[in-house]
Nanobody
Framework: VQLQAFGGGLVQAGDFLRLSCAASGLTFSRYDLGWFRQAPGKERESVAT????????YYADSVKGRFTISRDNAKNTVYLQMSSLKPEDTAVYYC????????????WGQGTLVTVSS
C-alpha cells in the first residue's frame, strides 16, 4: 500500500487550499481514511477522518466548519479542503488509511507541508 499526498504550500491567513492523497495497492473502497497533522514542536493530531462507507466523519474541534474531508473511490483519492486558514494550521499534513475493521491506521503518506502566514 502506498499513499502520496499533494497540495501543500505557503498561503496567507484566510486563504484556502486543497490537499489530495492518492492511494495504490489496496481495495480503496474498503479502507477508512484520515488526515493528520504535526506542527513544529507538537504531537501529531487527527484532523479529519472518514469511514470506508463515507458515513461517519470526524473533525477536530479546531477545524470544524473550515475543513472538509471527502473521498473519490473511482480515483483512489482522499481530499482535504481547507478554508479560512489560520497560522495555527501550519503543519505537515499526513494522509493515512486502515482496513475498515482495523483499529489503527496502518499506512501513512509522506506528508505535505502547509504554511499559513499571518
Amino acid at each position: 500500500v502506498q499513499l502520496q499526498a499533494f497540495g501543500g504550500g505557503l498561503v496567507q491567513a484566510g486563504d484556502f487550499l486543497r490537499l489530495s492523497c492518492a492511494a495504490s495497492g489496496l481495495t480503496f473502497s474498503r479502507y477508512d481514511l484520515g488526515w493528520f497533522r504535526q506542527a513544529p514542536g507538537k504531537e501529531r493530531e487527527s484532523v479529519a477522518t472518514l469511514t470506508w462507507r463515507g458515513g461517519t466523519i470526524y473533525y477536530a474541534d479546531s477545524v470544524k466548519g473550515r475543513f472538509t474531508i471527502s473521498r473519490d473511490n473511482a480515483k483512489n483519492t482522499v481530499y482535504l479542503q481547507m478554508s479560512s486558514l489560520k497560522p495555527e494550521d501550519t503543519a505537515v499534513y499526513y494522509c493515512a488509511t486502515k482496513y475498515f475493521v482495523s483499529s489503527e491506521y496502518d499506512y501513512w503518506g509522506q506528508g505535505t507541508l502547509v504554511t499559513v502566514s499571518s
